[in-house]
């Protein structure tokens, strides 16, 4: 008889209300990812169908841009991979990154990308099964 009213005084409260794991409200500096490299690469050999004879790989250093109203660090990737046809097909994806771990990719990321200076990332190109 008891649990009823119990479980409705929880609902009612404030932090009821948003589920979250991190104190992250989207607005205040993240941390810089410092193992980004890494966690890229990790990521990238699963992501990809075939991450083997991967061309023209390119990143830029992680920079803080906002995303979805939430600010967050960003890497930028620039890669070519081989499709079905064997023929290769330019991709520009956008890393990002809460709490300095990586938290997803956004393909086609213009908005998150513009201006951003890409360098070598030829470990990319190195990766096998």
Not at 15 to 28: C, F, L, M, P, W
Not at 59 to 73: F, I, N, S
């Given at each position: 008889?008891?649990?009823?009213?119990?479980?409705?005084s929880c609902a009612?409260?404030?932090?009821?209300?948003?589920?979250?794991?991190?104190?992250?409200?989207?607005?205040?500096?993240?941390?810089?990812?410092?193992?980004?490299?890494?966690?890229?690469?990790?990521?990238?050999?699963?992501?990809?169908?075939?991450?083997?004879?991967?061309?023209?790989?390119?990143?830029?250093?992680?920079?803080?841009?906002?995303?979805?109203?939430?600010?967050?660090?960003?890497?930028?990737?620039?890669?070519?991979?081989?499709?079905?046809?064997?023929?290769?097909?330019?991709?520009?994806?956008?890393?990002?990154?809460?709490d300095g771990r990586?938290?997803?990719?956004?393909?086609?990321?213009?908005?998150?990308?513009?201006?951003?200076?890409?360098?070598?990332f030829p470990e990319?190109?190195?990766?096998?099964?």
């Amino acid at each position: 008889m008891l649990l009823p009213i119990g479980f409705a005084s929880c609902a009612g409260s404030d932090e009821s209300r948003s589920i979250t794991y991190t104190d992250d409200r989207g607005v205040a500096n993240q941390p810089y990812p410092t193992n980004h490299r890494a966690e890229i690469l990790a990521l990238m050999k699963t992501y990809l169908n075939n991450p083997v004879g991967v061309r023209e790989a390119a990143m830029a250093e992680p920079v803080q841009r906002t995303v979805g109203g939430r600010l967050r660090y960003v890497s930028c990737l620039r890669f070519a991979t081989r499709d079905s046809a064997g023929s290769y097909r330019e991709q520009r994806s956008a890393v990002l990154f809460v709490d300095g771990r990586l938290d997803r990719v956004l393909e086609n990321a213009g908005e998150p990308c513009a201006g951003v200076a890409y360098a070598p990332f030829p470990e990319l190109e190195k990766m096998t099964r």
